[in-house]
């Protein structure tokens, strides 16, 4: 039961948060790539900065084991073509897929569209796979972190990213209050 | 003080601290097991235990297959799993060159009810033999 349960509960409680956070409105999400809004960016660099906080800290003080946490492998090339093709899909829907999600369950259309969109893809991707499969697990390289790739202590790096999400937190609300 | 001011001051006060105190690396998640993964040393360690009931299937095409494989594995492609038998009292390590076509094949066999299954962690890439002779190959 609790494996139903809890992700239900978890499930349901992210997508209040985006709901609430203003994340399934698409003119809001495509207010970003105009430098009106960046309501996305500040959300999601926030959960970024407060989760890798709490990990490190978790971890630090002996709460959690890191080594229980999967790290998902890295392709270089496959996960640059996919980078794009989402990227070019948040523009064109002013939805990415959970937000689509949350959009969808409010009632909105463009949500259900996206959503529509979105399972078509996969369900395309799906059939393409055999196909692509060599360049699907082309140039890999590995469960990567960013202290392994750049030969940096752990924590040096979680200061830094703070220190980026400050800078980013303060160039968006100077962009947003442009006249 | 307002609470995104902080909640800024906060975070930059932890991380910080962070940078001072993290000498603690995060552990390499490729050296450890969980309950769906096993490393390359673990399965060595089975290997040269002569774990009971231990199969190691291999999802590659037989090409691959033949060209290198770990030792004691089984050439079983993706496509010939379905029909493929395993008893509920054997550990089964699947790889394949990485762990994204291991997964597919997990994924077959939970299908099917087979539990005992394991993904060896980060593919044949990990597996020592290989790795050594493709740095030698650079």
């Known amino acids: 039961m609790t494996t139903i349960a809890l992700p239900l509960l978890i499930g349901v409680a992210f997508g209040w948060t985006l709901e609430r956070a203003g994340l399934g409105s698409a003119p809001k999400l495509a207010g970003q790539f105009y430098l009106r809004d960046l309501t996305v960016f500040k959300v999601m660099f926030s959960a970024i900065v407060t989760a890798m906080l709490g990990v490190f800290w978790l971890s630090r003080l002996g709460a959690i084991d890191l080594s229980s946490i999967a790290i998902p492998e890295t392709y270089v090339a496959p996960q640059l073509v996919g980078g794009l093709v989402f990227g070019a899909g948040f523009i064109l829907a002013g939805l990415c897929p959970g937000t689509s999600c949350v959009s969808a369950a409010t009632g909105r259309g463009d949500g259900l569209a996206t959503m529509a969109g979105m399972f078509g893809g996969v369900l395309l991707t799906g059939l393409a796979l055999p196909s692509v499969s060599s360049f699907y697990s082309a140039t890999a390289r590995g469960t990567m972190t960013l202290p392994d790739a750049l030969h940096v202590p752990y924590g040096v790096v979680v200061f830094a990213m703070v220190l980026i999400a400050l800078a980013g937190f303060g160039a968006a609300e100077r962009l947003e209050r442009r006249p | ?138």
């Open chain 2, 1 to 138: 003080m307002t609470i995104p001011r902080a909640l800024a001051v906060a975070a930059f006060v932890l991380g910080a601290l962070a940078a001072i105190a993290g000498s603690a690396a995060p552990p390499s998640a490729r050296q450890s097991d969980d309950g769906d993964r096993v490393s390359a040393q673990t399965l060595t360690t089975w290997l040269r235990a002569k774990k009971s009931g231990l199969r190691v299937i291999d999802l590659r095409p037989v090409e691959a297959f033949d060209a290198y494989h770990i030792p004691g594995a089984e050439d079983v492609p993706i496509a010939a799993l379905a029909q493929t038998e395993f008893a509920p009292t054997e550990t089964i390590v699947l790889y394949a060159d990485t762990e994204i076509r291991a997964e597919q094949a997990w994924v077959t066999l939970r299908a099917r009810g087979v539990t005992n299954a394991h993904i060896l962690r980060g593919g044949l890439a990990e597996w020592p033999g290989v790795v050594s002779g493709r740095r030698r190959g650079c």
